[in-house]
């Protein structure tokens, strides 16, 4: 099993920027990849951005509405993933949620709120 503890989100102005973590405990596997999806009110679930483990190359992956925007990080020693958002934009608004996957499963994280008015 593994627990994952969102911080951050909360509310900002278009333009404006936030951070979130997320914080990885119990049996984490040394090939892995943590990161973050959001769900905007009446639409799917969708990826945001993910980055594998150091063994696996730290690889980054962006959906191309953040690109450029978005920024994530791991901080490998305590299991800990970051998403910096920049330049926010009233779509960011949505629920977003820590994933953590191995080859044996996926875990999410309870969602934290960002909101991004005009």
């Known amino acids: 099993q593994v627990q994952l503890v969102e911080s951050g989100g909360g509310l900002v102005q278009a333009g404006g920027s936030l951070s979130l973590s997320c914080a990885a405990s119990?049996?984490?596997?040394?090939?892995?990849?943590m990161g973050w999806h959001r769900q905007a009110p009446g639409k799917q679930r969708e990826l945001v951005a993910t980055?594998?483990?150091?063994?696996?190359?730290?690889?980054?992956n962006y959906a191309d509405s953040v690109k450029g925007r978005f920024t994530v990080s791991r901080d490998y020693a305590r299991n800990t993933v970051y998403l910096q958002m920049n330049s926010l934009k009233l779509d960011d608004t949505a629920v977003y949620y820590c994933?953590?996957?191995?080859?044996?499963?996926?875990?999410w994280g309870q969602g934290t709120q960002v909101t991004v008015s005009s």
């Open positions: 994933i953590y996957r191995d080859s044996t499963a996926s875990y």
């Open positions: 119990g049996s984490i596997s040394s090939i892995n990849a």
């Open positions: 980055i594998t483990s150091v063994i696996s190359g730290g690889i980054t």
